[in-house]
């Protein structure tokens, strides 16, 4: 009802002399009623709310229930005292509720399902081991993950690897892989350990870890060192050796940070899954998924809700495997996990090659790179170089476009038709073109990584890749040490210097191109690269570990700031080598042999005698008869000069060779100059019986003649090579008579 209450715009008298009325009505009912009723309990109802709004829209209905219950009772106290309340004439609003919509208060707030990554993502499924391609071969490397908690910026522990105790790789880092090796399948075992003083190949420090893997026929294994807080432990992962459909990469993801609680590793952009509940030394995959960019997103496992971290962005390529793994992080990094991907292999179809692309065209810029309608590469910067990716040596329509999506290169890449060009991996460059109607044109070049083969040799050469620059020189030198004892009887070692061991040039080159790959003894070396005629290194790698027979390709390319330079070491994605010096390899037994039989030569003098004349009857050359356990079933080829050591030469040599491949072409190069001084063919029985002319800047005294038959056609060639010395002799010294008898 309403109430009975006038409204005045006067003076204030007016409520006192209204309470007052009553106060003297309800004496007189009093009077009258002997009896007055008990006043109604009033319940007061509690409700739990989950929110501030929710609780104001409580506090609003109780207060005015409440004011609406005891103004009904005092209407009901009045009429009984005969006084009957009459509404005013202004309007009162009325206490009646308003309905509002139901409340469901629950223990936990129901969250938005967009904005809560939820169980309903679905995981990647996992790939089904496929059986071997190639059953009589196994591939084994060891990648560096080994960081330690709280370990400061920068701070790593370098380690050496060892299979089956031999040194493969030195001084591995954090974040680096040894090349795959090929191996017999069965059991290999795997040790890394301290950076020794002692550079050489043998095992003297006991291993940080060690382990045996069992490698299944075709198999292809990864041993990750990883953290074992403290030291460091060797996980063998087992990789998915399957070839990968084009569209597709391949991705391994290790836990090894024991700091981060087990988290779910959601796609929330592709609304998928990795893994839930991941804890430390959990793998997942490998799985196949598309090749593209992703952001992994890594949630509380506990509490789905809390997103704890995105991992860094990463791109995988087209037919690419990758292992990733989640590392703790250093005390420099805000995350709760730092990570490190390596790029893996996988075992391809038998028309694939595996090629590297480097972009080395600055006036292009960033250019992205399609085969056959596929892209493979995109936005790829100037100076880098890609992994290796499969492509078929039957060939591939290769376009590229710039930053704006401008097609700058259109061309076919490959085929290698030729057999010994079907098996190699490839690299190719693409640099600045002539520019046609003021658009940027690239160029390309392809080069194979194709030496002769050597089962006790490593191949090496250098390719130009630093454009607008003079032609550049590569030099190495052994890394060796002398060992002394000291005031604690301990052995120091001490690495010899440079003075004792000089730099000795084993290649030139000009931009985009290689020069001939030289064979080297396998040991360790320092390498380094500078501009020809001066003195200045501009890139050098320290230590680096070369296997007998493997291929190893160091190119100079542009670094991340402006007028710098990287020197940069490339492997074919599989070292086919000959572990512990190809012992018990027939290979390498007779290509010792070989090279003991011909590098026979008398002591050189430096006496002066008198020239001998030249003539083109050959003598006789005296031959070793080896033990009949090193007798090679073919003979070995042997070269002899006219005039022989240390009878001198003041410029023109007779080559007097045997056992030759017949009706080949040969090449002779002198010292460590691969530029041929002179070219010819052997003759029809195997035999070469010619004559040249050393160059006219042959300075006096000791050289080496090398002579290479059949070596243009690479690997497929006979590559058969022999060394003879030659005396020259000094123009200034004059010979004495010979003694009449």
């Known amino acids: 009802m309403g109430t009975a209450v006038s409204r005045s715009s006067g003076n204030g008298r007016v409520l006192p002399t209204i309470f007052l009325s009553l106060w003297v009505v309800m004496i007189v009912l009093a009077a009258c009623e002997p009896t007055i009723p008990n006043v109604p309990a009033i319940t007061v109802v509690i409700t739990a709310v989950d ?109 050496d690897v060892y299979i089956n105790d031999e040194r493969v790789e030195r001084n591995l880092d954090l974040g680096e892989a040894s090349n795959y090796l090929q191996v017999a399948p069965g059991a290999v075992r795997v040790s890394i350990r301290p950076v020794d003083a002692d550079v050489s190949n043998a095992a003297k420090t006991p291993p940080l870890a060690s382990t045996v893997v069992e490698i299944a026929p075709g198999g292809v294994v990864t041993t990750l060192v990883l953290n074992s807080d403290p030291g460091a432990r060797l996980l063998p992962l087992q990789e998915d050796p399957a070839p990968l459909p084009s569209g597709l990469a391949r991705l391994t993801v290790v836990q090894s940070n024991s700091v981060l609680l087990p988290v779910n590793m959601l796609l929330l952009s592709q609304g998928r899954a990795l893994g839930y509940n991941f804890s430390n030394g959990d793998v997942v995959g490998p799985v196949d998924m598309p090749s593209e960019s992703y952001i992994i997103d890594l949630y509380d496992a506990e509490e789905p809700a809390q997103q704890i971290m995105p991992l860094p962005p990463m791109t995988l390529a087209n037919r690419v495997s990758y292992i990733l793994v989640l590392v703790p992080p250093s005390r420099a990094e805000e995350n709760l996990s730092g990570t490190l991907l390596f790029t893996s292999t996988t075992r391809r179809v038998s028309t694939d090659i595996g090629a590297r692309f480097i972009n080395l065209a600055q006036g292009a810029g960033p250019i992205t790179i399609r085969l056959d309608g596929q892209n493979v590469l995109s936005n790829f910067p100037v100076g880098s170089i890609s992994d290796s990716i499969p492509v078929s040596y039957l060939g591939s329509t290769a376009i590229v476009t710039d930053s704006q999506d401008r097609p700058i290169f259109s061309n076919q890449l490959g085929p290698w038709t030729v057999p010994e060009e079907q098996g190699t991996d490839k690299i190719v460059m693409f640099v600045d073109g002539p520019s046609t109607s003021g658009s940027v044109q690239l160029g390309m070049t392809v080069f194979s990584q194709n030496p002769p083969p050597s089962a006790i040799n490593a191949s090496i050469r250098l390719i130009h890749g630093l454009p607008n620059t003079l032609p550049l020189i590569l030099e190495i030198r052994p890394v060796r040490t002398t060992s002394r004892t000291n005031e604690f009887n301990t052995p120091v070692f001490e690495q010899i210097g440079e003075d004792v061991l000089p730099w000795v040039v084993v290649g030139r080159s000009d931009f985009g191109q290689a020069s001939v790959y030289v064979g080297k003894t396998p040991e360790l070396y320092d390498i380094r690269v500078r501009l020809e005629g001066s003195p200045s290194t501009i890139g050098e790698l320290k230590s680096i570990q070369l296997l007998a027979g493997g291929t190893y390709d160091f190119i100079a390319v542009p670094g991340p700031e402006s007028g710098s330079a990287d020197l940069v070491l490339l492997q074919p994605d599989v070292q086919i080598t000959s572990l512990s010096s190809g012992e018990g390899n027939p290979t390498a037994v007779y290509e010792a042999v070989a090279a003991t039989l011909t590098a026979q030569a008398p002591q050189i003098t430096s006496t002066p005698t008198r020239s ?34 240390p009878n001198t030469t003041a410029s023109v040599v007779t080559l007097d060779g045997l056992n030759f491949s017949p009706n ?25 019986t010619d004559s040249l002319q050393l160059p006219a800047d042959t300075l006096p005294g000791p050289h080496i003649l090398r002579v290479c038959v059949d070596c243009q056609r690479g690997p497929r060639g006979a590559n058969q090579t022999a060394y003879a010395v030659v005396l020259v002799a000094s123009l200034e010294l004059t010979p004495s008579p010979t003694p009449e008898p």
Do not use: C, K
Request: glycine content about 6%; cysteine-free; overall charge negative.
């Open 664 to 688: 080949q072409p040969y090449q002779v190069t002198l010292d460590d100059s691969t530029t041929p001084i002179f070219d010819s063919t052997t003759n029809g029985n195997g035999s070469i």
């Open 51 to 159: 929110d501030t709004d929710a609780l104001a829209d409580a506090v609003t209905r109780e207060v005015g229930a409440t004011v609406q219950a005891w103004m009904g009772e005092t209407a009901t106290v009045m009429a009984q005292g005969g006084v009957t309340l009459t509404p005013s004439i202004t309007p009162t609003p009325t206490v009646t509720e308003t309905p509002s919509p139901t409340r469901f208060v629950t223990n936990t707030p129901t969250r938005i399902p967009s904005e809560t990554p939820t169980s309903t993502y679905a995981p990647f499924d996992t790939n089904t081991p496929s059986a071997p391609i190639d059953p009589e071969t196994a591939w084994v490397r060891v990648a560096h993950a080994w960081r330690e908690v709280g370990s400061l910026l920068g701070q790593t522990t370098p380690v």
């Open 612 to 645: 001998s004349t030249a003539t083109p009857t050959g003598t006789p050359i005296a031959t070793n008869t080896p033990r009949p356990s090193n007798t090679p079933s073919i003979p070995p080829p042997l070269l002899g000069i006219i005039p022989s050591a």
